[in-house]
């Protein structure tokens, strides 16, 4: 495992809550046995709105308690919509969310971990690491 700190997109927390893949399981156990995951207002939104139940909504809430959350303050936004705007005229068009997580990803120097190829497209353009997921 690298020293390097990661922003874990949502698909790949929706994998490791499900217990889909033992990799992914083990390489997250691994980021934060290492204090290396952070996160965002995106990234939690999203779980928190997928859960099922009461329960699974605190369980997601407990299992983020201890990682390092990234603010979203007015200069993130400005820094975005103009992150949006390049890659938009380099004729990438994504979902705000997604550009907000790679936002936090570039002005952090963290790499995303995520299942949607789209992200090494905007890593490629903006500026930032990723770890794509290939059959894991």
Do not use: C
């Not at 156990?29 to 099922?52: D, W």
């Not at 938009?88 to 995303?112: E, Q, V, Y």
Request: aromatic share 12%.
């Amino acid at each position: 495992m690298s020293n390097f700190d990661y922003l874990i997109d949502t698909s790949v927390w929706v994998d490791f809550f499900r217990g889909k893949s033992e990799a992914i399981k083990n390489r997250i156990m691994e980021m934060i046995s290492n204090n290396r995951i952070y996160y965002n207002g995106i990234i939690i939104h999203e779980l928190l709105t997928g859960a099922r139940s009461k329960k699974q909504t605190e369980f997601i809430i407990d299992s983020f308690s201890g990682l390092k959350y990234l603010e979203m303050d007015q200069g993130f936004f400005i820094q975005s919509s103009r992150i949006a705007s390049q890659l938009r005229s380099s004729g990438i068009n994504l979902p705000m969310t997604d550009i907000m997580i790679a936002t936090h990803a570039k002005l952090n120097n963290l790499i995303i971990f995520a299942k949607d190829k789209h992200f090494e497209a905007m890593g490629q353009r903006i500026g930032f690491q990723y770890d794509i997921i290939v059959n894991l």
